[in-house]
T-cell receptor, first 114, second 113 residues
Framework: DSGVTQTPKHLITATGQRVTLRCSPR?????VYWYQQSLDQGLQFLIQ???????AKGNILERFSAQQFPDLHSELNLSSLELGDSALYFC?????????????FGQGTRLTVV | AQSVAQPEDQVNVAEGNPLTVKCTYS??????LFWYVQYPNRGLQFLLK??????LVKGSYGFEAEFNKSQTSFHLKKPSALVSDSALYFC???????????FGTGTRLKVLA
């Protein structure tokens, strides 16, 4: 168990809908990262937060948004869903503050858009 | 821009034989490098990292990695492969500006009994 909790584990929804994925980082970790993994593909970096503030943005679509709350949990909002958004969405957390620390990953949320 | 490359989509090795999963990096300055493993329907698990110091880094489950600055490589190795090592392996580099992790495309390791 990595200590990073993601809910829900599975999500099936229709095209055009909106969903929210939730992530609770490890206790004490200030940084949260979101990644998308499609069909055994590599990990595409979406967005990163550090202590409530956005630190880096990757290939995140305008239909997607995220935030990190004061209690450090994070949510990834996906709207106007398309079939191509079906993927595994991972959240990871790290202590932050030093580039030599490793990230710990949650089990992921498998999103299926039908 | 910082990046890592994993030149092999798949590596097959017989059980008991040594295994190597390749990774090369492109980084300005000294890199912070990581290896992760992903089992089916699971999140990524941290194996090991190179920050500084000894070029041979030892990690979890008997894995080790060799940092080679002249060849800009960070290959993952294990002296004797197990069938249970079969999984997807990712190399990653940490961006020193944003601290985000940049992953390679992954290498599927198949250990044959």
């Amino acid at each position: 168990d990595s200590g990073v909790t993601q809910t829900p584990k599975h999500l099936i929804t229709a095209t055009g809908q909106r969903v929210t994925l939730r992530c609770s980082p490890r206790s004490g970790d200030l940084s949260v990262y979101w990644y998308q993994q499609s069909l055994d593909q590599g990990l595409q970096f979406l967005i990163q937060y550090y202590n409530g503030e956005e630190r880096a943005k990757g290939n995140i679509l305008e239909r997607f948004s995220a935030q990190q709350f004061p209690d450090l949990h994070s949510e990834l909002n996906l709207s106007s869903l398309e079939l191509g958004d079906s993927a595994l969405y991972f959240c990871a957390s790290s202590v932050g503050g030093h580039a030599g620390t490793e990230a710990f990953f949650g089990q992921g949320t498998r999103l299926t858009v039908v | 821009a910082q990046s890592v490359a994993q030149p092999e989509d798949q590596v097959n090795v017989a059980e008991g034989n040594p295994l190597t999963v390749k990774c090369t990096y492109s980084v300005s300055g000294n890199p912070y490098l990581f290896w992760y493993v992903q089992y089916p329907n699971r999140g990524l698990q941290f194996l090991l990292k190179y920050i500084t110091g000894d070029n041979l880094v030892k990690g979890s489950y008997g894995f080790e990695a060799e940092f080679n600055k002249s060849q800009t490589s960070f290959h993952l190795k294990k002296p004797s492969a197990l069938v249970s090592d079969s999984a997807l392996y990712f190399c990653a580099v940490r961006d020193k500006g944003t601290y985000k992790y940049i992953f390679g495309t992954g290498t599927r390791l198949k250990v044959l009994a």
